[in-house]
């Protein structure tokens, strides 16, 4: 849908009274002016629908048909998501373009952040930057990441999500505090858990 500026019931104001006004009607027009000059060619079939006879764009016109750009179906296999955690395992998380080039060619870097959300179980990622770790490791991180979630009702389609209120956040910090201080006193509570920073 298109707005005219000059319709609208804000502008509808006396050109005499408002001077920006009459300069945006004066433009608008000179636009539709322009685009009836230039853009319509009669040697060109296609372009006879392009405009509408005032001059105003027929957004119709540049909406794709169904169909007409193919989408590529890929389903994400056991095989890829083993090739993803060993490129976390070489790489860490945020090098998806590495992980990429050597693991999965098919899969592009935003994708791959958006499986590794997945795997995590986090939707921020930010605290797992240069994070590297195994499945075993992984799976850790991810189960803290679902607790956390359920018990502050923010785990939304399979990942940790951050509330407004800087509950989750908190949460986080605390975990991270606690595992800290295990390591600190000898206690890991399991032997190869890599820890994350938190600024």
Not at 9 to 30: C, R, V
Not at 82 to 94: A, D, N, P, S, T
Not at 97 to 111: G, V
Request: proline share 3%; no cysteine.
């Amino acid at each position: 849908m298109q707005v005219n500026l000059i319709e609208t019931s804000e502008n509808s104001q006396n050109s005499e009274e408002n001077p920006t006004f009459e300069k945006l009607k004066n433009k608008q027009a000179w636009i539709k002016k322009m685009r009836l000059k230039f853009s319509v060619r009669p040697e060109f079939e296609i372009t006879q629908n392009i405009l509408h006879p005032d001059g105003s764009l027929n957004q119709d016109y540049f909406r794709p048909s169904k169909g007409s750009i193919p989408q590529i179906q890929r389903k994400w296999s056991d095989k890829e998501r083993v090739l993803l955690i060993k490129g976390i395992e070489k790489y860490g998380i945020g090098h998806y373009k590495e992980i990429s080039d050597e693991f999965l060619p098919d899969w592009s870097a935003q994708d791959l952040r958006v499986k590794t959300m997945r795997l995590i179980g986090r939707q921020n990622l930010q605290l797992y930057k240069e994070w590297k770790g195994d499945e075993n490791a992984i799976k850790i991180e991810y189960e803290k990441n679902k607790n956390i979630g359920l018990k502050t009702g923010m785990w939304k389609a399979g990942t940790l999500v951050y509330d407004d209120n800087g509950v989750v956040l908190k949460m986080v910090q605390e975990m991270s505090g606690d595992s800290k201080k295990r390591k600190r006193n000898g206690q890991d509570n399991l032997e190869g858990e890599e820890e994350i920073e938190i600024d």
